[in-house]
Nanobody, 116 residues
């Protein structure tokens, strides 16, 4: 089993920055890829960014150049640095861990609201 706890959400003004954290615990040696998803009201959950254990990353087109995903394997934590935030980035952000056997675990989510 893997447990994930997100933190760092809140209210931020347009153009501002926010950093989300996702701390993993449990059987973390099984984790391969970590992902951040988001879900805005009335919309489907969408993939924002991913990072593999080896450090390869990929981003949704809507956040490329503004968001950065990183991973500290020693701290078992994944980060999402969000810059130049827009109102359309408002959503609940979820952390996801996928193991080498393709088991999938989710955090509880953290709300990010971009508003003046």
């Amino acid at each position: 089993q893997v447990q994930l706890v997100e933190s760092g959400g809140g209210l931020v003004q347009p153009g501002g920055s926010q950093r989300l954290s996702c701390a993993a615990s449990g059987d973390i040696s099984r984790i391969n890829t970590m992902r951040w998803y988001r879900q805005a009201p009335g919309k489907q959950r969408e993939l924002v960014a991913l990072i593999t254990r080896g450090g390869s990353t990929n981003y949704a087109d809507s956040v490329k150049g503004r968001f950065t995903i990183s991973r500290d394997n020693a701290k078992n934590t994944v980060y999402l640095q969000m810059n130049s935030l827009k109102p359309e980035d408002t959503a609940v952000y979820y952390c996801n861990a996928q193991t080498y056997r393709s088991d999938s675990y989710w955090g509880q989510g953290t709300q990010v609201t971009v508003s003046s």
